[in-house]
């Protein structure tokens, strides 16, 4: 940097909500519309922001890292070769699996929205149920008893130009649901504490590392999003990074950030008797209240 350069450092909201959840509030433009807005910034430490220009409450929710790669057996960050759409359906042979991975590249593991996409195909066509179990009773050479329980196999070395299995474990299942989890009940929740319901927000960015994009549809049916029209979701990519950039270039933004980030309310989760009950009723695909999800009920 040229020694008379400035350094700056993007303010954050509390200990858990830090500088990133600030420079994406400023990149979706939530601080300057009227319209009710959410925020969901989907990493090991998922944040969530909701409100308009008038005001914007903030949380955020421990989910682990396995949608950005980590903890998972054969999770990898979104570059490529990380497999990012699956599609599964039953042929007459035995499942049949369909998969794309990022840049065309021979498959070498999955990222987040390819997670999310295995999920939904597995519960779709009856390899899972919604406890996240695979289905002993399925005979089918994908489905099989590996080091680490029974597992499902999405690519065999070789197919893809795969140098390995490219499996789906009952852990890594265990560890999604527990994420998806986490992150829907701290929306759930932080809606819930300002008096409003899901309906009533009129756009939901999407944030996070899983790739090029994520299929919202699936998203939804395995509880990871609210069951919404889907035209009110739009998946924005790494907001931190775009926020940082509009920052960088403008002084006049980062007083705006300096101002959000002062204007922003906490809400601590862990002291809100609604979470832990939204958390337990969100371990089941897609929940344990079916009503919250009629589409994915019919």
């Known amino acids: 940097i040229h020694p008379r350069g400035l350094v700056a450092c993007v303010p954050g909201v509390s200990s858990y909500v830090g500088g990133d959840i600030t420079a994406g509030v400023i990149a979706c433009g939530m601080r300057e519309s009227a319209d009710l807005s959410m925020l969901i910034d989907i990493g090991t430490n998922g944040e969530i922001a909701l409100g308009s220009r008038d005001w914007i409450a903030c949380c955020a929710a421990s989910a682990g890292p396995a949608f950005e790669g980590s ?10 070769g990380a497999l990012q759409k699956i599609d599964i359906r039953k042929g007459t042979a035995g499942f049949e699996v369909k998969v794309a991975s990022i840049g065309g590249q021979p498959a070498r593991g999955i990222c987040g929205s390819g997670y999310i996409d295995a999920l939904a195909a597995m519960l779709a066509a ?14 089918d050479p994908r489905i099989r008893e ?17 140098e390995r299995d490219i499996v789906v474990t009952e852990p890594d299942i265990e560890n999604l649901k527990r994420s998806k989890g986490a992150i829907y009940s701290a929306a759930a929740a932080l809606v819930n504490k300002v008096g409003l319901r899901f ?15 994520i299929d919202v549809e699936k998203a939804v049916m395995i509880g990871l999003l609210p069951d919404l029209p889907r035209d009110k979701f739009l998946f924005v990519g790494n907001t931190s990074l775009a926020g940082i950039r509009e920052i960088a270039l403008s ?16 809400v601590e989760l862990c002291v809100e008797p609604s979470y832990m009950d939204e958390y337990i009723a969100s371990l089941f695909f897609p929940h344990t209240d079916l009503g919250r999800f009629p589409s994915v009920r019919r």
């Open 199 to 213: 309906e009533d927000i009129q756009r939901i960015y999407i944030a996070g590392g899983f790739g090029t994009s």
């Open 126 to 139: 009856g390899i899972i149920d919604k406890n996240g179990r695979i289905d002993r009773t399925l005979s």
């Open 146 to 162: 590996g080091a680490d329980g029974y597992e499902f196999v999405l690519v065999f070395k070789g197919e893809n130009a795969a």
């Open 71 to 80: 903890g998972v057996s054969c999770g990898m960050r979104a570059a490529h």
């Open 251 to 266: 002084y006049g933004t980062m007083e705006k950030a300096t101002g959000a980030a002062r204007e922003m309310t906490y």
